[in-house]
């Protein structure tokens, strides 16, 4: 038990544990807005109309305006044909467009070369 009047000691093991802690703590803030910024996680999508390169199994390969090729799981399309696709700015991967409304952007939002065509 404490004496009334006498502040706990806290043992040197402690203060270094909180003392690490604490850098630790400093260092991932530093790395979390420095190196790594949240907002590249983040990714705009893109909306516009990409040509079908190939299709292999299933699996469409189609070419948009950021010369990066896009991979297309579960594809119907035929290779040569024109699709309505969307994709995160950067991204190797796309997803066909399809429905009444396109699945395209919210309302007042064209995205990146606007919507597709209907």
Known sequence: MVAAGRAMEVS???KYGAIFGGALVAAGL????VVFPFWNLVREDVYEEALVLSNEGG??????SDDIPKTVQECSA????????RFG???A???ILDGPDGGGPPAGEGG????PAE
Do not use: K
Not at 112 to 115: D, I, K, Q, V
């Open 78 to 85: 035929q290779p040569g044909q024109t699709v309505a696709v």
């Open 30 to 33: 530093v790395l979390a807005t």
């Open 89 to 91: 700015e950067g991204l």
């Open 12 to 14: 040197d093991g402690r």
């Open 59 to 64: 699996i469409c390969y189609v070419e948009t």
């Open 93 to 95: 991967w796309a997803v």
């Open 112 to 115: 990146a070369g606007g919507p």
